[in-house]
Nanobody
Framework: VQLQASGGGLVQVGGSLRLSCAASGSFFRINTLGWYRQGTGSQRDLVATVGSGGTINYADSVKGRFTISRDSAKNTVYLQMSSLKPEDTGVYYC?????????WGQGTQVTVSS
């Protein structure tokens, strides 16, 4: 399984970015795709997940500002980020969780500048 993330970059406070992550390889169709964030010197925290059945989960800190979606036909997950804040800065990792395993993408840097 491989995950390829894209879409990070530098944005000003209040701006928007859209992250994409495509999963490839062989895996069970019942799975969860998601995004996690790791700031400098901090742990990797959940941002949002979306299950193959449509169940969505957000971290409290991003509710109302971020929207996760998936295209199951393309095995791709998206994260639309709006009203970005400096504390949203970090490396964003996409992940595929399936049958008690979790696979990680390479991470994409998001920097929110004030």
């Amino acid at each position: 399984v491989q995950l390829q993330a894209s879409g990070g970059g530098l944005v000003q406070v209040g701006g928007s970015l859209r992250l994409s992550c495509a999963a490839s390889g062989s895996f069970f169709r019942i799975n969860t795709l998601g995004w996690y964030r790791q700031g400098t010197g901090s742990q990797r925290d959940l941002v949002a997940t979306v299950g193959s059945g449509g169940t969505i989960n957000y971290a409290d800190s991003v509710k109302g500002r971020f929207t996760i979606s998936r295209d199951s036909a393309k095995n791709t997950v998206y994260l639309q980020m709006s009203s970005l804040k400096p504390e949203d800065t970090g490396v964003y990792y996409c992940a595929l969780s399936v049958l008690k395993q979790r696979f990680w993408g390479q991470g994409t840097q998001v920097t929110v500048s004030s």
